[in-house]
């Protein structure tokens, strides 16, 4: 079975940069689209990119365009997430999740989670 698990969060000052890693266990990501969320307090879960199973197709929310770099890399399992030049209203605990090949930028229809690393650009 499919598990995913989120790295890279962390504390930093507004205009850094952090790498978040997705690397999955139990099966390989080839066949898999990943998406990257993220959920602040009293918000709803937010779709910040995607990539496709084939890497082929990637698609970013207007909030991030321009400074968030997704990736992945087959022989390590693993997608990332670059963020560059963070903002506060970046702050929140960010989830990647995996789809069928596709890349959404919605919830729906994504078929496992991880648990999520939190990211904290303070104001």
């Known amino acids: 079975q499919l598990q995913l698990v989120e790295s890279g969060g962390g504390l930093v000052q507004p205009g850094g940069s952090l790498r978040l890693a997705c690397t999955a266990s139990?099966?390989?990501?080839?066949?898999?689209?990943i998406g990257w969320f993220r959920q602040a307090p009293g918000k709803e879960r937010e779709g910040v990119s995607c990539?496709?199973?084939?890497?082929?197709?990637?698609r970013y929310a207007d909030s991030v365009k321009g400074r968030f770099t997704i990736s992945r890399d087959y022989a390590k399992n693993t997608v990332y997430l670059q963020m560059n030049s963070l903002k506060p209203e970046d702050t929140a605990v960010y989830y990647c999740?995996?789809?069928?090949?596709?890349?959404?930028?919605?919830?729906?229809?994504?078929?496992?989670w991880g648990r999520g690393t939190q990211v904290t650009v303070p104001s």
């Open positions: 999740a995996a789809v069928f090949r596709l890349c959404l930028l919605g919830p729906s229809g994504y078929i496992s």
């Open positions: 990539i496709s199973g084939l890497g082929n197709i990637i």
């Open positions: 139990g099966s390989p990501l080839d066949d898999y689209g």
